[in-house]
């Protein structure tokens, strides 16, 4: 196959050169296939197709043409067999469209791209294949300095809200800013040399960029609009924490996991974009809250940051390598793409949402995703038709859910135990739990909401597990009926507390887990709760059981706001588990452990979690007797922050796709 690649003259367009050559590298055939790259100028796109053909030479009638950014009126170009886009939806103007519409296949970037330009171009087939940045050789090793970087280019980065906020806040520690003297109204004379912002003027290599960024362990990245966001990505990349705007698609590579948001004030309309200029007083309280944060803290988010980087990057060129397999199908540009093809990979709330706008719902089938787990083997689960951005969209996306809970059922949850799943939902650590147990064991899982229980009595039968109890009612303190309130677009996220912005509500049973366990005599071996904020009235239902010894090895959420939000609070808890005399840990996402007490859950809920409402770990509780599990968390904590290895795990066991039709 002959490849031609299209781009403009653009260093950020350059990086997207730079990755996609590497994802479509290990996929070409020294012998069989070659490849060429064409920078063009940005005015390029309105040139006659005269003077394109004049200033750009080929040299050969390729087959497939990528046009990163730009396309142009050449006619050598646009007979390719496969012309494939690859767009920035802000810089699509009316220039480009017009000759974006001969592409008949498009490769988006971000969710954003795709939701703005599928309806737009009804004749080409959309592939959702994300994208990543060059992994560079260094990290971040202080969180204490912050940086903020306008580019070389590109400077809509809010900088003069970022500017006006620092210097009215002397308080503040330095602030180092990195532009390029001509492209932005700013000079060094405009900084005072006593003031806490230090700048640096001048043009800076990618090599040189990010030796200099990995100095400073926070970086505000308050981009307006991103194409992509190789500038957030390198910040990722670096393992920093990151500051950037609660807006699409900044918002889709930082969540309040990984770094931190800041909301917009104003929008203003770019093309197919948008700009989103920060709230100033929203940006004062960000940077103040994470002066608060202990330098652990921060280091936490730039962990999590990082572990996101190499997880989309993997993902990315898997995406890329089936996209690529497409083009080499001779058949498939002969073909009229079907509303069908043109969602491939997309989550479930994507499909759904473009489903909707191209009203071809009839065609959208149910997704089946195939995955297959070292030590447990290959599984099936039938993913929420409904809109989840949660559960069903990690499965789909090819990631392991909560690999920090599953590897510690890996190593709780023996041959022959009982394992109780308390918010059971779709069934995924069900499945799994029922694999871990084996034939001689027993699972009990508990799940209020009717549409998750029908997804997970449908996994049951798909992974053959016989050996599952299924108990479709809540748990609670007591036995009576309650109201379960329901999440619009995370089915996992469904609450028994009123919450404003779920109007959907379900009456359901709930019932003490002391009284429905008189069903079920024999001792209980591992409980995993994961109830959004019902943990404590749980655990009060379910004392009597906890009395017994050895304690069961368990695992619940820890969600001060959930908590709250349903009437409880962090003292409650701590109330319930200082009786059991247990070793507390807490678990993270990225793998690493860390030793606590409720007195420590008190005063982590009033500082650390108190800061962001969405922000929660998991708690391990165990028996002091318990010599493996106790082992396994101090291990953990002692070998750093890839404890357990997790990530490396996750990775290897990965041996998994999703089918999505």
């Known amino acids: 196959m002959k490849i ?19 994802a479509l590298a290990p996929l070409l055939n020294e012998d069989r296939d070659s490849i060429i790259s064409i920078s063009v100028p940005w005015a390029a796109r309105n040139w006659r197709r005269g003077i394109v053909e004049r200033k750009i030479t080929i040299g050969f009638d390729p087959d497939c043409v990528f046009f990163i950014e730009v396309v142009v009126n050449h006619s050598t170009l ?17 220039a480009i469209l017009t000759l974006a519409g001969q592409c008949n296949h498009v490769w988006h970037k971000s969710r954003l791209s795709f939701d703005r330009l599928a309806p737009t171009f ?45 210097s009215a806040r002397p308080d503040w520690p330095n602030l180092h800013v990195l532009f390029h003297g001509g492209d932005l109204n700013l000079k060094l004379s405009d900084f005072r040399p006593d003031s806490n912002i230090h700048p640096k003027s001048g043009w800076l290599e990618i090599d040189a960029y990010l030796w200099l960024a990995g100095d400073h362990g926070i970086h505000l990245c308050t ?61 004062a309280v960000t940077v103040d809250k994470i002066l608060q944060l202990e330098p652990r803290s921060r280091q936490r988010f730039g962990e999590a940051a990082r572990y996101r980087f190499e997880a989309e990057r993997g993902l990315f060129r898997e995406r890329v390598a089936e996209a690529f397999a497409d083009l080499r199908d001779p058949c498939s540009s002969a073909k009229q793409p079907t509303p069908r093809d043109r969602f491939r990979g997309l989550d479930d709330e994507y499909r759904f949402n473009s489903l909707l706008r191209l009203r071809v719902r009839r065609y959208r089938p149910s997704a089946i995703a195939n995955v297959s787990i070292k030590g447990i083997g290959k599984l099936r689960f039938a993913l929420h038709s409904l809109a989840d951005r949660w559960i069903s969209n990690s499965i789909a996306a090819g990631t392991l859910f909560e690999p920090h809970v599953l590897n510690f059922l890996r190593t709780a949850v ?18 799994i739990g029922s694999r871990l147990v084996g034939a001689d ?17 449908q996994n049951l039968a798909l992974n053959d597990c016989s050996n599952v109890v299924v108990c479709p009612f809540a748990l609670g303190a007591k036995e009576d009926t ?48 994961d109830c959004q904020g019902a943990e404590v009235t749980i655990l009060r239902g379910m004392r009597a059981l906890l009395r017994t010894r050895p304690l069961p090895r368990m695992v619940i959420e820890f969600w001060p706001y959930g908590l709250q939000r349903c009437g409880v609070t962090v003292e409650d808890l701590a109330a319930e588990l200082t009786p059991l005399g247990a070793r507390l840990w807490l678990l993270y996402y990225d793998g690493t452990t860390e030793a606590t007490t409720p007195e420590d859950l008190i005063q982590r809920a009033a500082t650390y979690y108190a800061t962001d409402p969405d922000r929660q770990a998991d708690l391990a509780i165990l028996s002091p007797d318990d010599a493996v599990m106790v082992a ?13 290895r997790w990530i490396t795990a996750v990775k290897s066991a990965m041996a998994s796709s999703y089918w999505p039709f």
């Open 122 to 166: 009804l004749s080409a087939k959309h592939t959702l294949v994300g994208f990543t940045s060059c992994d560079p050789s260094t990290r971040v090793t202080s969180y204490t300095s912050f940086i903020h970087a306008i580019g070389n280019v590109f400077t809509h980065r809010n900088t003069s809200t970022v500017v006006q906020c620092w």
């Open 441 to 457: 064991g027993k699972v009990l899982t508990f799940e209020p909401d009717p549409f998750n229980l029908r997804l997970l009595r």
């Open 414 to 431: 023996r041959p022959g135990d009982t394992f109780l799943d308390i918010g059971g939902n779709i069934g995924w650590f069900t499945v």
């Open 4 to 22: 031609a690649v299209i781009l403009s003259d653009s260093p950020g367009c350059k990086h997207d050169l730079q990755v996609v050559q590497s």
């Open 632 to 644: 396994a968390m101090e291990a953990a904590q002692l070998r750093g922050p890839r404890g357990w």
């Open 78 to 94: 646009l007979k390719a067999r496969h012309r494939v886009l690859i767009p920035n939806p802000e810089y699509i103007d009316d």
């Open 223 to 283: 981009s307006e609009v991103e194409g992509f966001g190789h500038y957030i990505n390198e910040a990722r990349a670096l393992g920093a924490l990151v500051v950037t705007t609660d807006a699409p698609p900044m918002n889709e590579l930082v969540d309040n996991e990984c770094g931190v948001l800041v909301k917009p004030r104003t929008t203003i309309p770019m093309n197919f974009g948008t700009r989103f200029l920060i709230d100033p007083e929203d940006f």
């Open 482 to 529: 309650v109201t379960l309130y329901r999440s619009i677009d995370n089915q996992g996220d469904h609450h028994l507390a009123a919450v404003a912005e779920q109007t959907e509500r379900i009456s359901v049973t709930q019932r003490a887990l002391d009284d429905v366990m008189t069903n079920h005599p024999g001792r209980i071996s591992v409980i995993k709760i």
